[in-house]
C-alpha cells in the first residue's frame, strides 16, 4: 500500500466553499438546484429524461454509462443512446436505440455494444416488448449484443438467454482469443458468463454459470501486472486471481478469499491503479430510499440511519483487511433518495482519489491517499426534486459518475448526461485513455 501523502494541498478550502448559485454565475439550467464546490464547473448537458412508461416497467430512467474515443454510451431503462463528447462543453445526441427491458447497463468494445436485460419480457401481440424493432419473447431476459458501426443505426444481432436476466455486466477483454467476455451479473451465488467474438459479434454465446458464493451484484476487473477482480454482493466481497502465480484465468477467475461484512451487503466496487487498495460500496434500501440523512434520523419505521450506510471503504485486495472508511459529510433530507452508488479512481499514480455519483446527494470527489484519512475535496449536490403530494420524495439523482480523459461525466436519472470540469491539483498528470467500461481496468501502475 501506498505510504500516507499530507492531504493538505488537496482539501485547500475547497470543500467548504460552495458557489451559490446566482444569475451572474449564468449556470447552466440543468444545474441551476445544484450547490458545489468552487473547484467544480459545469462545463455541458445533453438531456434525455424520464419517459412514460411501458407494459412491464414501472420506472424509467437514465443509468450507467460506458466511453469510446469521443463517445459516451449512456443506458436507459427503455435502451440506450449514443453522444458524442468530442466537445465536452456541448455534448450533443447522435442516436437513441429502443430496447424495453430495464436497467439498461452497457459494455462497449470497438463496434460492438453490449447491454443488459433485467427482467423476463411481458406482454403479446401489439404489448410484447422489442429490441431495436426485435420481438422479444415472453419470459426472455439476458443480455443483447450490437453492431454499432453505423452510430446513427445501431443494430441488434445476437441475443443471449441467461437464466436469471442481467442486472449489471462487466466487460473483459480476452484479445489473445479475440473475444469480448462478459461477467454477468444476476446468478443466485455466483455469476453468468457470456462470450462475444470480436470478428462476429453475431455469434455470441453463454459460457455457463459459475459458483462464487454469493451472488454477484457488480464486478470490478483489473488486468496489467494485478490480474485480480472482485465480486461485490450477497453481504460482502469475494476475491479472485484472474492468471500469474495466483492461478486462474479470464474465462475461470480463482477464488482466492470472501469477505463477510456483517450488517453490510455489497453493490459496488473498484480497485486503485496499481491495485493496491481495493473500495468496497454498498446500496441499503436498494437506493429508492434516503439513507444518507444525519446519523440517527429515522429513516422508515424499523430503520435508523447509520454511518456506515452512507460510507464506502477500502480495503486490502491481498488480506481482506480494512484499512479505512470514507463517511458521507453532506447530510441529506428525508425528501431524498441516497446512497453512494457507481463510482470510479482516476488513473494517476500521484494519488488515489475517487469520483462517485450518489443518487440525489450528486457528485462527491474524495483523496483517499491516506486510506485511514480519506478527504472530500469536491462536489456537485442537487436539491432534492419535487415530489408529487401524497409521496416523501420523487426517485432520482445521479446513478454513476465516472472521470474520464479530464472531465467528470455524470449520469442523471432524469436530467440526462453532464459534464463537470474539475480544477483539483490532486487530479494533475491524470492519464487519457482510448476508451473506458468503468467496472475494467484493463492496465495497471
Not at 433518495?337 to 450518489?358: A, E, F, M, Q, W
Amino acid at each position: 500500500m501506498r505510504s500516507p501523502t499530507k492531504l493538505a494541498f488537496a482539501v485547500l478550502a475547497c470543500a467548504a466553499l460552495v458557489l451559490p448559485l446566482s444569475a451572474s454565475a449564468r449556470p447552466l439550467e440543468a444545474v441551476s438546484t445544484f450547490t458545489y464546490t468552487q473547484n467544480m464547473h459545469p462545463l455541458g448537458h445533453s438531456f434525455f429524461g424520464n419517459t412514460p412508461n411501458f407494459p412491464g416497467m414501472t420506472f424509467t430512467a437514465n443509468s450507467d454509462l460506458a466511453f469510446w474515443g469521443d463517445l459516451a454510451f449512456q443506458g436507459h431503462y427503455r435502451g440506450f443512446r449514443i453522444v458524442d463528447i468530442s466537445a465536452p462543453g456541448n455534448p450533443k445526441q447522435i442516436s437513441f436505440t429502443e430496447c424495453f427491458g430495464n436497467q439498461g447497463d452497457v459494455i462497449v468494445w470497438e463496434d460492438i455494444l453490449v447491454r443488459s436485460w433485467n427482467s423476463p419480457a411481458t406482454g403479446t401481440g401489439s404489448s410484447q416488448l422489442v429490441c431495436d424493432g426485435e420481438p422479444v419473447p415472453a419470459g426472455w431476459e439476458g443480455v443483447h449484443v450490437f453492431d454499432i458501426s453505423d452510430l446513427s443505426n445501431p443494430r441488434v444481432v445476437a441475443m443471449v438467454e441467461t437464466p436469471n436476466g442481467s442486472h449489471t455486466a462487466t466487460g473483459v477483454p480476452d484479445l489473445e482469443n479475440n473475444r469480448l467476455l462478459v461477467y454477468n451479473n444476476s446468478a443466485p451465488g455466483g455469476f453468468d458468463m457470456v462470450e462475444v467474438p470480436l470478428d462476429n459479434p453475431a455469434g455470441a454465446n453463454y459460457l455457463g454459470a459459475f459458483a462464487t458464493g454469493r451472488s454477484c451484484h457488480d464486478w470490478a476487473v483489473i488486468l496489467g501486472d494485478v490480474m485480480r477482480a472482485a465480486c461485490s454482493g450477497g453481504g460482502g466481497f469475494s476475491m479472485f486471481s484472474l492468471g500469474g502465480p495466483s492461478g486462474g484465468s479470464l474465462d475461470n477467475p480463482q477464488l482466492l478469499y470472501s469477505k463477510q461484512l456483517p450488517g453490510l451487503s455489497g453493490h459496488s466496487a473498484s480497485f486503485t491503479w496499481d491495485g493496491e487498495v481495493y473500495i468496497h460500496g454498498w446500496e441499503p434500501g436498494g437506493g429508492g430510499g434516503p439513507r444518507c440523512t444525519a446519523t440517527g434520523t429515522q429513516v422508515t419505521p424499523t430503520t435508523v440511519q447509520t454511518d456506515d450506510m452512507k460510507s464506502y471503504f477500502f480495503f486490502d485486495p491481498e488480506t481482506g483487511d480494512e484499512l479505512g472508511k470514507f463517511v458521507m459529510p453532506r447530510d441529506q433530507t428525508l425528501e431524498e433518495n441516497c446512497t453512494i452508488h457507481n463510482y470510479n479512481v482516476v488513473p494517476t499514480d500521484k494519488r488515489y482519489v475517487l469520483v462517485s455519483g450518489n443518487y440525489q446527494s450528486g457528485i462527491s470527489v474524495v483523496d483517499f491517499s491516506d486510506p485511514a484519512n480519506a478527504q472530500e475535496i469536491a462536489f456537485a449536490d442537487p436539491a432534492p426534486l419535487p415530489h408529487p403530494p401524497g409521496t416523501s420524495l420523487q426517485l432520482g439523482g445521479d446513478w454513476s459518475t465516472y472521470w474520464y480523459n479530464g472531465f467528470i461525466y455524470e449520469s442523471d436519472i432524469t436530467r440526462g448526461l453532464l459534464v463537470w470540469n474539475l480544477s483539483d491539483r490532486a487530479t494533475a498528470g491524470a492519464r487519457k485513455l482510448d476508451h473506458l467500461n468503468p467496472q475494467t481496468q484493463e492496465w495497471s501502475y
